[in-house]
């Protein structure tokens, strides 16, 4: 756990800072900032003003939803918020880990530290205890269309903060009450409109897709080793690499994507060999235009980040409170079209390289091109890894048929007041699975590519090469006779992900 603290208040954070107190469990602590302090204050006065003088507050005084005709008295006010919060139990399927939960309550917090959701300080320092103590909501991963934001995933946030539902703490799944009790946690006691700003707004889509680009950089990162190995191994052309071909094209993804595998060739004596009369002049597109597929999903990955660095940083509940001009704004921030572009846009970057490397690994079987490689990709007799093959398709068919848009697939629901909505946090469910299966098809290509190489001369490829068959061989050594290889494959995917493939020696 780091040691430092990120100080909370209106300033921007980043999203390595989301990742650190997700992955690596950095503390938090809000600012003691007098001026920011008197902001968030001032933003309460006002909704508590707007309210003495009857004016009617939209989940506040009112009902919620297509139900907000109906008026809340003051003297119900107190319990409409807890029952906000209760009414909206009801998400299913597999909870989000405990990191993606540091991750979303990290997310809310930024957002409401902005000053313009008319909550007390005291609910951002009781956020902050949640990530301190590790003491995190168990949140089911279904049930929100993205607008009014993910309510039914973050009504489990608000429950936890009252002491109902269930945390992971200490190493368990507890009570919350009972958690709260071990740790020496006091449940936080809702006023009006806070409950609501826990849960509408967009910190569920927001947190898993910053975890889901830092996972999908990580692995075009692998990927692009991998290409370089197979260039390697399949006797390529260093001129599809060339600094000066992709400097034309323009795109920075792609200029980076080509260097990077430039420099995983460095020194290879295996690249430009093997230029037989008889033999294409140049590489099939799933080598030659390698840097072009990766780069475009880098710069895909680069607008993503924009994207989500807005988000995080935004304003994303309603009603707003604006603490300098004194208004009272009802509007529909907790939209997440944003996210749920940004997400769809992942799924097909993320399709697009699985087929890639599912192309190349039909190169290093097929012996019009693949320059004496045996079909089985091994030096005894057996079926080798002509079935790993099979995987490798299959896992690149799911991860195309999974990129299909969520965006477009809006349902209206809750009486058809809520009648366009986002499927932001769909599509980032979705960003997250299409990462894994490209990881897996790459773990695939990466075993084949071991055993082709064991059938050269190994000390013709580059350092880098090496270095890559030796951590390859560290989950999946090379074969020397049929066995299972799903063990394998689950361990390559684990370091593919975990970026133990790209860490540098």
Known sequence: MISTNITIDDREVTLDQLIAVALEGQRVMISSDPDWLAKLNRGRRILEQSLSDGNRIYGVSTSVGYSSGRSVGPEHSQEFAYQIIRQHGCGLGEPFSEKEGRAIVFARLVSLAKGYSAVRPALLEALCRLLNHDLIPVIPSLGSVGASGDLTPLSYLAAVLCGEREVYYGGEVLPAAEALKRAGLPVHDFVPKESLAIMNGTAVMTAIGAITVARFDRTLAACERACALAAEVLYGRSQAFHPTAHTLKHHPGQIASAAAIRKALYGSRMIDSHKEVGRIIQDPYSIRCSPHVIGA?????????????????????????????????????????????????????????????????????????????????????????????????????????????????????????????????????????????????????????????????????????????????????????????????????????????????
Request: charged share 20%; proline share 3%.
């Open 297 to 505: 999903a880098r710069d895909a990955s680069s607008w993503m980040r924009q994207v989500l660095q807005r988000e995080l940083n935004s304003v994303n509940d309603n009603p707003i409170v604006d603490p300098d001009e004194g208004e009272t704004i009802f509007a529909g921030n907790f939209y997440g079209g944003h996210i749920a572009l940004a997400m769809d846009l992942l799924k097909t970057a993320a399709a697009s390289v699985a087929d890639l490397i599912d192309r190349q690994y039909a190169l290093l079987v097929d012996s019009r091109l693949n320059v004496g490689l045996p079909e089985t990709l091994v030096g005894y007799e057996g079926c080798g890894l002509k079935a790993l093959q099979l995987t490798c398709s299959a896992l690149a068919a799911r991860a195309v048929q999974r990129s299909a848009p969520d965006t477009v697939l809006s349902r209206p629901t809750e009486v058809n007041n809520q009648d366009k909505v986002s499927m932001g946090l769909n599509a980032a469910l979705n960003a997250a699975e299409v990462t894994t299966l490209v990881q897996q098809v790459l773990a695939t290509q990466m075993i084949a590519l071991s055993n082709a190489a064991a059938l050269r001369d190994e000390a013709l490829l580059s350092a880098e090469g090496k270095r890559s068959l030796e951590v390859i061989r560290m989950k999946s050594p090379v074969l020397t006779f049929d066995r299972r290889l799903d063990g394998d494959l689950q361990g390559l995917t684990e370091m593919i992900d975990q970026g133990a493939v790209i860490s540098e020696t």
